[in-house]
């Protein structure tokens, strides 16, 4: 188990799951869209995860979904970096 918001709200991952690699240095974000995806350097823990923007919270801020884990949070746009394909 990854994490646990309720009892109806938990995300797993399989044991033999494969994620990409994310570089620790990204191409800066640029034009940032609700809905896409990006790498979001998560507080806790200072590293790069794949994130999708939730919602728009004003001041340079995106509500975010760490999509590897569930995490969510809300991140400056300089936390914010570009994909790579």
């Not at 995300?11 to 191409?27: C, D, F, G, M, W």
């Not at 200072?46 to 999509?67: C, E, Q, S």
């Not at 300089?78 to 790579?84: A, H, I, K």
């Amino acid at each position: 188990m990854l994490e646990i918001l309720n009892a109806s709200e938990f995300y797993l991952e399989p044991e033999n799951a494969k994620r990409p690699k994310i570089p620790q240095n990204p191409k800066p974000a640029g034009q940032v869209e609700v809905g896409g995806l990006y790498v979001g350097k998560f507080t806790d823990d200072d590293t790069y995860y794949r994130a999708r923007i939730l919602r728009d919270a004003g001041g340079n801020k995106y509500h975010v979904i760490y999509i590897d884990f569930g995490n969510v949070e809300t991140i400056h746009k300089d936390r914010l970096g570009v994909l790579p394909e």
